[in-house]
Each structure stands twice: as C-alpha cells, then as structure tokens.
C-alpha cells in the first residue's frame, strides 16, 4: 500500500471574515499605534537625558582636574600656591561639554559652580586665589534638559530637567 503525498491546503477555499470583522485589523493598529510611539520616543528621551548626565559627569570630572593642576607655587612656601582661576575651570568644562551634550539647539549651556574648601571639604576658602596641599575644590555643573518629545505628556518629567553633577578633588 502507498501513502498519499501531502499536499498543500487549497488556499482559496478559506473562509471569509464574518461580517464586521472586517476592520478589525486596521482598528486595532490605530489603538496599537499612538501607545508604541510613546514608548518608542520614550526610549530615545530616556537614552539621552542619560547620555547627556554622563557628560556633565565627566565634564565636572574636567573641570575639577583642571582646577587642581599647579599652575605655579610661591618661592617663600612651596605648599602655598596660587590656584586655577575660575575662568579657566569653566572653560574646561564648557569645551567638554560643547561638542558632547545632545540637546537639538533647545539646551542652555550648562553652568559651572566652583567651591575651594579647606581639608575638610566643608569651610570654604573665601576671596582668595592660593590654596594649600590638602584643600578640596568642588566642581559642580547644572544642565537644564528640555524634553523633546514627552514633555507635555508627563508632568512629573519637570523634576528631571535638571541635572546636576558635582566632583570633589583635593590638591595633592
């Protein structure tokens, strides 16, 4: 005896949709659609509040470093010296962040807060340029971030706008 060789189903002898069925499909993907954009768009504003956090994190890291390199020590104390100016820290941190920081023309430029502290990297040192080993300086950069896409979708986003990065080093 001989098996039949299986064949195929005839593909025209499908049933047709019920009726008010017809739609359906093209419903279901109007409902689908907005919730999957969402999501979609989401993401991308997560992934780059996070990126752009990253890079104010690194630019403080910048900025901090450039502040406790030495410029230039007195004769009379070779533990006294004269410390990076302000300026020059802000710049650091600005030429990091000017080519790094994704906000689509929409961003301020971040804003740079700096704090020399003594040893215990709670009393500030106040008005002055020099700075012993041992004293702290604190670097601590604000970025405004301006949703794109979600902003008026999530209210609760607005505590998220700001980001904030701070970097403790000491002058060794």
Do not use: H
């Amino acid at each position: 005896m001989r098996a039949k060789p299986l064949q195929p189903k005839d593909q025209s002898k499908k049933t047709p949709p019920k009726r008010g069925e017809k739609g359906a499909s093209a419903v279901e993907f109007a409902i689908v659609l907005p919730l999957l954009l969402v999501l979609v768009f989401g993401i991308v504003e997560l992934s780059l509040l996070l990126y752009n956090k990253a890079v104010i994190t690194n630019a403080s890291r910048e900025g901090a470093r450039q502040g406790i390199l030495i410029p230039s020590a007195t004769v009379a104390d070779p533990t006294i010296f004269t410390r990076t100016t302000d300026i020059e820290i802000t710049q650091a941190v600005s030429n990091y962040c000017d080519d790094r920081l994704i906000s689509f023309g929409a961003g301020d430029a971040p804003t740079v807060d700096i704090n020399p502290m003594r040893p215990d990297c709670s009393t500030p040192i106040a008005g002055t340029d020099v700075a012993k080993f041992g004293d702290c300086l604190i670097v601590d950069v604000t970025y405004r971030y301006d949703f794109l896409f979600l902003s008026g979708l999530i209210p609760a986003l607005d505590d998220w706008k700001n980001l904030n990065a701070e970097t403790t080093m000491i002058y060794e």
